[in-house]
């Protein structure tokens, strides 16, 4: 399957995506989002921002729905996993106009770390598609890093590129 | 009021630059007020856009103006200091002569500018930028905190280099062959934040020297580094040279 696609066939460069220090604030964070995607109408799936330590090294990722989610206290706490039905909540209106209120302001000083998903799984440039395919399917990731020689961060996999890539073996006759 | 003279060979952006200038330096735009939106500067000197903005931009890089974001442009100071003509090599500019340094990377990294980096480095606020901590010592003790900006485009590779043993600045002319021309220089005395303190082993609030340099080869500025200095460790050498006309 995937044609003997490799990861380095349809990576793209790291430098599509804006870069900040884990030391940002998610307001900064939400500024470089607006400049590098909204206002230039630059829509790219994902839309996401990547976080690096002191030295360079890629430590998550920080999509528009985690910076939503660390502005808002109720989504900070541990999602629970009692075994009992869960309630529809979506009926309490209270819970509506209370959202990413004043307390937002306040949660979007903190920095990007805290919020941002961690990156815990690589790609090297010479393993297959598949490999980046079954990585992203498993580990539910909008984006995979790209390390050579377990290192060097070289690039991104994105979802639209392993679909390309898997769907062109699927069709083919 | 002084309008822009179109019969003047100057660039408009240029006139309009002196004109705004005067009006911050006689006082009649004072420290703290903000100044009219790009629209309003249009419409009274009736120029472009684009021409507003070349003179607003050089009035941030020189320290006049200050922009806050989602507020507007303000008036930073009425005086800056004019360039110094530079006689020294540049590792004079930063240390005293003789002195050896032990340097630490705090950090060596990548940003997309915030705040006003955009202005200081003339670049667009989604160019990446390389971002460069150093603690400097002498005799073990912290006595520089310095953090370079520099737009990627300019020298990918910097962030591959020691910056333990090496200077940026030779990186830049002996490796990679960029060719410092100009430096401007703004020297003022600032306090330490927490931050700063916990680094450089004052207490919060003492004063110290800051150094803002723009760092320029031809008209392209290539770096900008910010630099905090303890007063006692540090005596600045400035030796200037009259251009024979």
Not at chain 2, 181 to 205: C, H, M, Q, W
């Amino acid at each position: 399957m995937s044609d003997g696609k490799t990861v380095k066939d349809v990576m793209i460069g790291i430098f599509e995506y804006p870069h900040v220090p884990y030391w940002f604030s998610l307001s900064q964070a939400i500024r470089i989002v607006k400049v590098s995607f909204l206002s230039t109408k630059k829509y790219m799936d994902p839309m996401a921002v990547l976080v690096f330590d002191e030295k360079y090294n890629l430590m998550g990722t920080l999509t528009l729905k985690d910076i939503l989610m660390g502005l808002e206290p109720q989504f900070l706490k541990p999602t629970g996993k009692a075994q009992v039905p869960a309630e529809d909540e979506t009926g309490l209106s209270l819970l509506w106009d209370t959202m990413f209120d004043e307390s937002s302001r306040e949660l979007a000083e903190k920095p990007v770390s805290e919020v941002m998903a961690p990156a815990k799984y690589f790609v090297e440039p010479a393993d297959p598609v598949t490999k980046a395919a079954y990585l992203m399917l498993r580990h539910d990731l909008i984006l995979l890093p790209v390390l050579e020689n377990k290192k060097k961060f070289v690039g991104l996999v994105r979802m639209i590129e392993v679909f390309d890539a898997i769907s062109d073996s699927v069709l083919k006759e | 009021m002084e309008l822009i003279d179109r019969e003047d060979h100057q660039k408009l952006y240029l006139q309009l630059y002196v004109i705004l200038k005067k009006k911050i330096e006689n006082s009649e735009w004072p420290v703290g007020s903000q100044i009219p939106t790009e629209e309003e500067l249009c419409k009274t000197f009736n120029v472009s856009r684009a021409t507003v903005r070349t003179a607003v931009l050089e009035l941030v890089r020189q320290g006049y103006l200050k922009r806050q974001q989602g507020k507007g442009t303000f008036i930073f100071r009425s005086m800056v200091s004019e360039g110094l003509t530079m006689l020294t090599n540049f590792r004079e500019l930063f240390f005293e002569e003789g002195l050896d340094f032990d340097t630490n990377v705090l950090a060596r990294t990548v940003m997309m500018p915030v705040d006003d980096l955009d202005s200081k480095l003339d670049i667009a606020k989604d160019k990446h930028v390389i971002y460069i901590k150093r603690l400097r010592f002498i005799d073990s003790e912290p006595v520089l905190l310095q953090e370079s900006y520099i737009p990627y485009h300019i020298c990918p590779l910097l962030l591959e280099e020691d910056l333990r043993q090496q200077s940026v600045f030779d990186l830049f002319e002996k490796k990679y062959g960029i060719k410092i021309t100009r430096v401007k220089n703004y020297v003022e005395i600032t306090y330490l934040n927490a931050d700063e303190s916990s680094f450089i082993g004052l207490p919060e609030a003492s004063p110290v020297i800051l150094l803002n340099q723009y760092f320029y080869s031809g008209e392209t500025l290539i770096m900008y580094t910010r630099s905090i200095k303890r007063t006692d460790r540090f005596k600045f050498l400035m030796e200037l040279e009259r251009k024979v006309a």
